[in-house]
């Protein structure tokens, strides 16, 4: 049977009249208590069972499982590794999924134990509809609506053939004991060579169906991926903009991009076989991916620019689930394969890619199709460039976490600036229009490239954009810790590398950018703060290699900062913490500690905040370890002063003369000796210790965290 709209074949009737419906958009079945229409017959039965619940109990358990529940035995069958399925048209199709993803969450200040809390089904709303969530499982699991650049790949495609070889005719279906006459491979009997290629194709069944069992013993549900997405958008997304929400359409994806999604929205649900079940859902993206790159690379949606968009898009997810998962084997997966995305989006010219132009904007009057084409258009070609910029932020934290430099030269990026959040975070083709409507046509074409030239400047005026969203700022950010990474040899330094004081500058400068922003919200403005302190903490000691040096030296098992562990990087911890740059990398780390406890529930799962916390706890371990755990700090520190302390003749901006000198007294170590009568004392082995208590809520996110509170534990026992 033949859908007559796209001409796709189905094994069943009511294959085909549910898959109609998704071109004629015809919702036959209506709730009685609310009036909405539904596709299916089983969405609707779901739904209704919403009104019951509400009623009842208000939400105090998950949703049930629809009445088709995947069992062990069809869900071995129905996930391919190449994201394609296995299931024939006898199998039980699979149900749609209810829920549309929230993206409300709490925004006010809670206590510590409570910002990392994981959200329970209760803070779920499933009220909140996607269009076309009914169909979210079946475009994952049924046959029907299987990618079609996908193919099935259990076992290598070998077949029975005839070779005619030297007048010698060989059926390779059977073993026959003859030696091929070819001086290449004379000496091996044909039935040896059969055997090889019959074990290969064994070697690469068993592969596929390594990652199949995974999959089988979780016992996935159209519920639990369901979850997942809500997760990914409802907490994910607003820390990690890359996703445009408005314009989702599960349909137009490919299924390692939704495999990743629902990878990372595993880890913010509360059941614990949620990170074995998002585990699973990563190694099937990461085989489907290693194996059929060439293809999904040629995929291209309805409204890109090019193709490629969404392997890259998929990419990038793949590296922040990894980077940061608790499974040692994905973190190094992960660091292995990290530059394919920048790999992939050469090949698909991706940069090259025209911005939008405010010029195409459509007018209020116009029909609401034409503006929702428009809004669509747009909300593409942001999330390629998005996407790409999502990639130059995954880079840095991945190199700065393994002590490796930046595959790319974050400071070339000449990529051009994303709009802003406000735009990128309307609901409809009216309010994204009002918003785009609302900005300045810039006078000046701004790149990432010029903002970080313009920002090592040695004379002002400084050539920057007026405001800059908390998301392009991000990007600099990196761009600036790439030029850090380059400058940390003690030795002889690079050619061309900034020096330490045009680094302090430029980090100077940044800090009024984000201080003065008013496009900003209070949370994105702690989230930047965060990776700057964290960047100038890095700027003094790179954090990485501190943490190495002290694991060396003291016998301590670590996984969280791999690298070289040789003698050139053991330091001498007593002499370096009594240097300036150990007080200022002290200062940063007292810092980020007190802005992780200050950000708001909702808004602490930014991928940054692991990497920064240790780095907090390495400074803090190294001080204890050279025998200064109490401490006399400036009872209020001005930033500028910080960075320009030792550059005197260089004028400080924007600090007052009282905060100016007891700030930089202490920088100079002239604090230490007044302990009690100026200043404040800290004792840095309470603060560790209470540290620990951040990362076990963290690792509820992500698990990387466990690594790092177990090296912190490690730690404690050497510092008492």
């Excluded at 069972?49 to 509400?54: D, G, N, S, V, Y």
């Excluded at 290693?290 to 090019?306: A, F, K, N």
């Excluded at 790999?343 to 199709?369: G, H, K, N």
């Amino acid at each position: 049977m033949e859908c007559r709209f796209c001409q796709k074949t189905f094994s069943k009737g009511e294959h085909l009249r549910r898959h109609e419906r998704s071109h004629t958009g015809l919702r036959p079945y209506r709730c009685k208590e609310c009036q909405r229409t539904f596709s299916r017959q089983d969405s609707l039965a779901r739904h209704e069972k919403l009104h019951t619940r509400k009623d009842t109990n208000n939400y105090p358990s998950p949703p049930s499982p629809p009445s088709s529940l995947v069992s062990h035995s069809s869900l071995a069958t129905s996930f391919s590794p190449l994201g394609g399925t296995l299931i024939n048209g006898d199998s039980p199709t699979a149900h749609g999924c209810q829920g549309e993803i929230s993206n409300s969450y709490s925004a006010h200040n809670t206590p510590i134990t409570d910002m990392f809390s994981v959200p329970q089904s209760a803070d779920l709303d499933f009220d909140l509809i996607w269009p076309d969530s009914e169909d979210l499982f079946e475009t994952l699991m049924a046959s029907e609506n299987s990618n079609q650049w996908q193919t099935p790949f259990t076992t290598l495609p070998i077949t029975s053939h005839t070779f005619h070889m030297e007048n010698h005719v060989m059926d390779t279906s059977n073993t026959v004991h003859e030696k091929v006459k070819s001086p290449s491979i004379g000496s091996i009997p044909t039935g040896e060579s059969h055997r090889a290629v019959h074990n290969v194709s064994e070697m690469v069944t068993s592969l596929s169906s390594s990652v199949t069992a995974a999959v089988e013993a979780t016992s996935l549900t159209s519920v639990f991926l369901d979850e997942c997405l809500h997760m990914f958008f409802g907490r994910f997304i607003p820390t990690f903009p890359i996703l445009h929400r408005g314009t989702f359409i599960f349909r137009d994806c490919t299924q390692p991009l939704l495999l990743n999604a629902m990878a990372i929205g595993s880890l913010y649900l509360g059941p614990k076989n949620s990170i074995a079940k998002g585990e699973a859902l990563w190694r099937l993206a990461h085989v489907a991916v290693t194996t059929s790159w060439e293809t999904l690379i040629t995929h291209r949606g309805p409204y890109d620019s090019c193709q490629g968009v969404q392997l890259v898009v998929t990419a990038l997810l793949a590296q922040v689930y990894g980077a940061l998962s608790k499974n040692r084997l994905i973190r190094t997966a992960s660091q292995a394969f990290h530059a394919l995305g920048f790999f992939w989006a050469r090949q698909c010219s991706l940069s090259d890619s025209e911005p939008y132009s405010l010029d195409d904007l459509p007018s209020t009057e116009d029909s609401e199709d034409k503006k929702d084409t428009c809004w669509r258009q747009w909300a593409a070609q942001e999330i390629q460039q998005r996407a790409l910029l999502g990639h130059y932020l995954v880079d840095g934290l991945i190199s700065r976490m393994s002590g490796e430099l930046p595959s790319v030269r974050h400071a070339a990026n000449e990529l051009g600036l994303p709009s802003t959040e406000a735009a990128f975070e309307a609901r409809n083709a009216n309010e994204w229009l009002s918003q785009m409507q609302c900005q300045d046509r810039p006078s000046t074409s701004y790149s990432f490239r010029k903002i970080i030239s313009s920002l090592f400047s040695p004379k002002p005026p400084l050539n920057l954009p007026p405001q800059l969203s908390a998301f392009s700022l991000r990007v600099v950010l990196e761009g600036i810790q790439s030029l850090v990474s380059d400058s940390d040899s003690d030795e002889v330094a690079l050619v061309g590398v900034p020096t330490k004081f045009e680094l302090r500058r430029a980090l100077a400068q940044v800090h009024i950018m984000i201080t003065e922003s008013t496009s900003m919200s209070e949370p994105e403005r702690l989230e930047l703060f965060l990776r700057w302190h964290t960047l100038c903490l890095d700027a003094c000691k790179d954090s990485s290699q501190l943490c190495r040096s002290v694991c060396s030296r003291y016998g301590v098992t670590q996984h969280v900062c791999p690298g070289r562990d040789s003698k050139k990087i053991e330091l001498d911890l007593v002499s370096w913490a009594n240097t300036e740059d150990a007080r200022r990398a002290l200062l940063h780390a007292i810092a980020i500690q007190e802005i992780v406890e200050r950000l708001p529930r909702g808004r602490a799962h930014v991928i940054h905040i692991p990497n920064s916390l240790f780095a907090s706890a390495t400074v803090y371990c190294a001080f204890s370890l050279a025998g200064m755990t109490m401490v006399n700090l400036p009872a209020s520190v001005d930033w500028q002063s910080v960075l320009s302390s030792g550059y005197e003749s260089v004028p400080v901006i924007g600090s007052s003369d009282g905060d100016t000198s007891e700030t930089r007294r202490y920088i100079r170590g002239e604090l230490a000796s007044l302990v009690g009568s100026v200043g404040v004392a800290e004792n840095l082995l309470y603060e560790l210790n209470s540290m620990q208590k951040l990362f076990r809520c963290l690792s509820s996110q992500w698990g990387i965290a466990y690594d790092m509170e177990d090296v912190i534990d490690q730690w404690m026992s050497l510092c008492h």
